[in-house]
């Protein structure tokens, strides 16, 4: 369960899926039968939370429009006008066509949300493609990860989505310290406009 890939696979699903969908029942229930306690914790605690309380949690974090606490998509970071489909968009679409990799959802959303890019390092590193999947995080993923997560979790509504954002973080740097990963450096403008 613990290999790579699929954390990040399952990270990623629980980031971009409703927490009510099949897709993350499924992978919660996955979850609950592993000995890992940080994991089973997070299983629980979608459990123990009403299901129009979670995906209230999820809309106004990982979904929703207008003001939102902690956007998921890296452009609402890294674009000087925080704009969605801005120019960090279109450099992160360029690195999914480069490689070879197709990234549609049938929605009308910028690629360059949390959860897709979790999944997307999942793809790279089943792929065997180590070295795309760490280019994918320290070029477009870590340079606003971990301000997006640390305010999902500070402004989460319920314990779930808090837990998760809280170990996502932590598995994200695990991997990119594990992997000696430079980060590129870029300027964090959703930071000043607060």
């Not at 790579?4 to 629980?14: A, K, M, Q, V, Y």
């Not at 793809?123 to 760490?134: H, R, T």
């Not at 979790?153 to 310290?177: H, P, V």
Request: hydrophobic residues 40%.
């Amino acid at each position: 369960m613990h290999n790579e890939s699929t954390l990040f696979r399952l990270i990623g699903g629980l980031l971009f899926h409703s927490p009510t969908s099949e897709t993350a029942q499924n992978i919660l229930n996955s979850f609950s039968a592993q000995d890992d306690k940080i994991l089973k914790n997070i299983a629980e605690s979608s459990q123990q939370c009403e299901a129009d309380l979670l995906e209230a949690d999820f809309f106004q974090l990982l979904q929703g429009s207008g003001d939102m606490p902690s956007p998921p998509w890296g452009s609402a970071y890294l674009d000087k006008e925080n704009a969605l489909f801005g120019s960090s968009t279109l450099e992160f679409r360029e690195f999914i066509r480069d490689k070879g990799l197709q990234c549609d959802t049938g929605l009308r959303e910028p690629e360059d949300h949390i959860g897709l890019m979790f999944m997307l390092t999942s793809l790279l590193l089943e792929q065997d493609d180590v070295a795309g999947a760490n280019q994918l995080l320290s070029q477009h993923l870590m340079p606003f990860a971990p301000y997006m997560l640390t305010a999902m979790q500070n402004n989460a509504e319920t314990a779930f989505y808090a837990q998760l954002a809280e170990f996502s973080l932590g598995w994200l740097e695990y991997y990119c310290e594990d992997q000696q990963l430079v980060i590129t450096e870029r300027r964090n403008y959703w930071q000043e406009t607060e």
